[in-house]
């Protein structure tokens, strides 16, 4: 089986699918690649991806496909969080739901995916010093606990501490605001402060918001957020990061660019037989 698997990543690391004319190849080299390029590749280095791995682009089915082969192979060096987009209502909107019907005929993969979402953890604790998360912080949260009695096992809800922790932003202002976004609250250096305090911890990092640089301290270095998605939905042009945690729990950040773009998939029409 691990053989089998170790198959599918270098596969799915050339943007290949999975069965045999399905797909052509799909691009020279996708943005994943690109990550696991500049931060090195699984097992040797230990990853933690803090969600939105669809709606991101042209690639979503072959991004999250593999993420998933490198959990299955990698599970102790692998971590996988969901985000506000690893949810059936959001990928309706945003395109993975378009994406599976247009390469596979029907909507069976979307359906797959979006069970497993369900099971994705929220959050993430590193060396219990930093909280990491793809949105922010929640009103009904004051404590780790709170957090672990979530049953996440669910679609993400339109309000309350589940939805809060995947929607979430800092804010310049002081208490809670209500968010731009519709969903989660915005929050300001006082919450962050009394909850790393409260908590024990030195950091909260986040994804979420769309950095320039690909990484941006916030809040006094209470929160930082981290953004990997290089040349956001191909017209933003901003740089993407990797934030690098050694023993001692410094940091670094590897900044890095988008991969050579190929055009728009060529995508073949037949559905492949474990997906009927």
């Known amino acids: 089986m691990e053989h089998e698997i170790d198959g599918w990543i270098q596969q ?5 699918q999975l069965t ?3 797909v052509k190849k799909l691009c020279d080299k996708h943005d994943l690649s690109e990550l696991f390029r500049i931060g090195g590749n699984s097992p040797d ?3 933690l991806f803090m969600g939105d791995y669809v709606d991101r682009g042209y690639y979503s089915v072959e991004t999250v496909t593999l993420l998933v082969a490198l959990k299955l192979r990698y599970r102790e060096r692998v971590t996988i969080l969901r985000g506000n987009h690893e949810s059936r209502q959001i990928t309706q909107v945003y395109g993975f739901y378009d994406e599976c019907l247009r390469k596979y005929g029907n909507a069976n993969v979307w359906r ?7 099971y994705l953890p929220l959050t993430a604790l590193i060396e219990n010093q930093i909280f990491c998360l793809h949105g922010g912080l929640s009103p009904s949260i004051d404590t780790l606990d709170h957090v672990r009695s979530i049953d996440r096992v669910q679609e993400v809800p339109h309000e309350g501490p589940m939805c809060d922790l ?3 932003d800092p804010d310049d202002r002081c208490g809670w605001g209500i968010s731009p976004r519709g969903a ?29 640089e690909g990484y941006n301290w916030g809040q006094d270095r209470n929160v930082v957020t981290i953004f990997s998605a290089p040349n956001y939905c191909y017209r933003c042009g901003n740089q993407a990061a990797i934030m690098e945690i050694d023993e001692k729990l410094s940091y670094t950040f590897l900044q890095f660019d988008p991969a050579p773009r190929a055009g728009e998939p060529l995508v073949s ?7 009927l």
Not at 12 to 16: M, R
Not at 112 to 118: A, V
């Open 12 to 16: 799915l690391s050339q943007c290949k």
């Open 269 to 275: 029409r037949r559905v492949p037989d474990y997906f």
């Open 45 to 47: 280095t230990n990853y």
């Open 166 to 168: 995947l929607w979430s």
């Open 184 to 212: 989660g609250y915005t929050f300001g250096q006082d919450i962050s402060e009394a909850f790393n305090h409260n908590n024990g911890l030195t950091l909260v990092a986040r994804a979420h918001q769309l950095v320039m």
């Open 20 to 22: 045999e004319a399905d």
């Open 112 to 118: 797959y995916f979006t069970d497993l979402f369900d």
